[in-house]
């Protein structure tokens, strides 16, 4: 709806530069509309003129951020400007266009020194969550001049400053799960890693600390219990009854054998084989200063692995089909021990995960 618009209802509404820019779109697609012309005609002094107040406006103020305020509004003058002279129909009206490109140098400079000074002054306070308001505000200095003075320095001092560390001890299991506890480890922290890019936490493990110098969090994950391969075994007997009468043998009869008729039974047992593997995962964040601890939670996992099969005492004959064909069945092996550890600690994964994001997103 907005490119297919002409700007009328923002001229209407005041809004003089969004006039401007949706009537050059739609000059682009029919450069003989005469509604987008008009618009233009009318909204672009308009716009060149209340921005231009504004910037004077701003100069004159004591805003802390007023060179923020005049680069936005320099630019929006320029884009305007450039819109026009790309755009052949936008041209044809002989339009008043003028850019500022010294002012907005100008501007820029001194927008960068507003936010490095800022950002100088939180740096003093000397904590975390300071430094990262300044770190934003030199990332904003560097965007308004590019490297200037000794802005990029200055980000890692307060990304530095701003990050909060937090070792992650390892999850001790016995041996054979070592493997699979270590991809599970580092699934977890390697993916909130990439979700927590931007929230100046940075995860790593006790030798790595020691490089950085400090720490200000300890994530301790440690299985309370866990069991893998549990079997449970169930059988369920059924006493079953020939659907017809089949042949049981034969009889004399007056001297002449005849085949003997009548219903069979027979005890069928279905066999079902559960291997059970579950676990519980203690998660602990531990303020590394004061050892105090700050979050505490418990996160279950179950893993049911099954097989089935059936046997029968008696007369095949009394089963059907599928029934015989179950009989024939045998027992499935189960995964082995390192993959049942990996499949109840799935769900624990998932749960784990979402707390960790949850708790460090805040940061």
Known sequence: MISCSTGKKSLEKGDYYNAVIKSIDRLRSNPDNKKARQTLKAAYPYAVETLTTEINNLMLSNEPFKYAGVVDRYEKINTMAEEVRRSPAARSLKLDVEEYTTQLSAAREKAALEAYKAADKLMEKGDRLAAREAFYLYENANNYVANYRDVLDKMDE???????????????????????????????ITKLSDRLRNN???????????NIGHADQILIMQFDDFIVGATRDKEVVQNLVSKDSVKTGTATIDGKKVDVFDKVNASYITHTREIISSGILDVKIVDAKTNTI???????????????????????RALNADQLKMSRKRPAMPPPPQELFLEFTKPIYDQTQSFLYNTYRRY
């Open 158 to 188: 307060a990304e530095a400053m701003a990050t909060l560390v937090v070792i992650v001890e390892p999850i001790h299991v016995p041996g054979l799960y070592k493997i699979n506890s270590d991809f599970f480890h580092n699934q977890i």
């Open 200 to 210: 100046f936490v940075l995860f790593t493990d006790p030798e790595e600390a020691k």
């Open 294 to 316: 700050l979050e505490n939670r418990k996160f279950p996992g179950e893993f049911v692995w099954g097989t089935d099969w059936a046997s029968y005492n008696g007369d095949k």
